[in-house]
């Protein structure tokens, strides 16, 4: 903070000493606040330094507060001192318990309607229609992006919904970098927020701090993220959990020309902490596109041979997939080393010798709870025990957390609170944490965090890996012919439906390149876009296909996964240096048999490798008919020679 305190921080500190709540300001103090802040805005600044801001930030701030007519504005620092004062807060407001069992964690119980991504409410506003999604084939609804009009945007959001959205509440301005601060390959947004619980999750997962005015200059370029819970004072629904929200009328919308993202009615993470998907995949891979390079869903982490030899790697995987515990992978081979970059996301780009590097533009995990624990990812589990905000898990009486797959890890019979405040033990009814309860906390904290995973010029990635939930078929690793096959592989990209959005059931979803909910534009021109990245003066990566989640006849999974995906890790990186250890296949290169080190495994090659033909038969008609229905004409034509050589191939098998 700044040793000399201007006379009029003096009055706006003073200020909040005297009316904590801002109820009671009288429109003297009102009109005093228009004065000293030059008329710009009609509320008073209750934290930080408005003329220390650049000036499009205060036009763009001024004008948001004039549509959403919060009571105050709270300019965020990033500072230590700041969470302490607002977590407090929360706590007294009883939106956080604290978990005394750890070192500054804290549980929050959202509203039970408001508990993941909303994808049938989240769309790309632009001016032409196709920009954002391809031609359907007629009489298809499209699932690849939702279009909506700029005259629809402006009458449901800036008309409808936003109008006095923050009324009774506080607006906070948080300055962001995706990306270290200052960085090359780095982008600042600011975001406006009338939820505390989201300033909180974004100083973890993005990087918030005063120096963001600094990188930004007089008029510096940032992507505006403006969110409402959209719940103004006087309530008009009632608040479940000390949690506001807006259920009945999410809406998330992006507009990619303008760098813009409004979101209303949840402050749950996808669809609140508008620098991860809304930002760092929506906007991010439309800029991406703009410029020539890739922002996409994946993990970055960097393993490590016996003998010394690291490789880079980054893994596209539907959400609740596996991303996070690959990334924190504990190797059951000795003398393997694995380091994690990132968890979720990579922004990529061609450098000037021809090497795609890879930077993870955020600064936080905020992972999936059920299923982690000290035998499936340790790494985790160690990383989320202190600063962690862990949303919608269950509590033990001595104030630890539980959620399903940590029954091992607490006493028997411990009485347990559940996501939804009921009383619990392990073998009663029921769950005690929500399927897509999660973890926020510092990737800095991780213990095996890389060295280099906040180096500005980024790690070079030697290979990409797609993979899914497939029940069937689908072998455990295989690898593409070349870059073209790869991209089609990653078009072709299944998986069974998770916890992280509204879907219910276990059917199996097309979900290419891990992106379906996630793509900033039309999903004809990012294939086109991921075919001309590959240039010959270029090092492209070699591309893979993993399946951890195939089941045999008993329902049981055939490959014990985690730690031991460190095998298949061992594959790639031997492939990658050019072993003869492949052998071509109707659907891309296989390991030989016997070539993946299975030691001390009791698995079936035959169980995890075959390729039963009618399967593929069916697989390969099922993709050509989902590719041509939702991308039609936009389908760049090297994918469909791609997949009519694949559907050869298999009518051979
Ligand atoms: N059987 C099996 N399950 C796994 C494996 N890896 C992860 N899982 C489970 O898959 C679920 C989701 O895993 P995550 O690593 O959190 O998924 P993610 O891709 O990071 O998810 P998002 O954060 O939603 O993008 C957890 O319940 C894991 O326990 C594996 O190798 N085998
Ligand atoms: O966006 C979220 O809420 C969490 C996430 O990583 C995903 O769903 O892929
Ligand atoms: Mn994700």
Redesign the pocket.
Known sequence: MNEIISPKMETVNNMRNRHDSLADLTSRDMEDFMEEMGGEISVPVLNGDWDALPANVRKYIAENVRLCRPKGVFICDGSDEEAEEITEKMVNRGLLTKLDKYENCYLCRTDPADVARVEGRTFIVTKEKFETVPHVQEGVKGILGQWMSPEDAEREMVQDRFPGCMKGRVMYVIPFSMGPVGGALSKVGVQLTDFNYVVLSMRIMTRVSSKIWDVLGENGEFVQCIHSIGAPRPLQRKVINHWPCNPERIMITHFPDQRKIMSYGSGYGGNSLLGKKCFALRIASRIAKDEGWLAEHMLILGVTNPQGEEKFIAAA?P????????AMLTPSLPGWKVRCLG??IAWMRFDDEGRLRAINPEAGF???A???NKK?NPVAMETCMKNTIFTNVGMTADGGVFWE?MEKEIEREQKITTWLGDQWKVGDKGKAAHPNSRFCCPASQCPIIHDKWEDPAGVPIDAIVFGGRRPEGVPLVFEAFDWEHGVMLGAALKSEATA?AEFKGKQIMHDPMAMRPFMGYNFGDYLQHWSDLNKPERQMPKIFHVN??RLNDNGK?VWP??GD?IRVLDWICRRVNGEDIAVPSAIGQLPVEGSLNLKGLNVSWEENFSLPKKYWVEDIEETKSFLQAQVGCDLPLTISDEVAKQEERIRLM
Request: aromatic letters at 24%.
């Open positions: 995987f959400s609740a997939c596996g991303k996070t515990n690959l968890d979720d905020f992972g999936v059920p299923g982690t499936t797959g992280a951890w989640f999974f996964g985690f995906n």
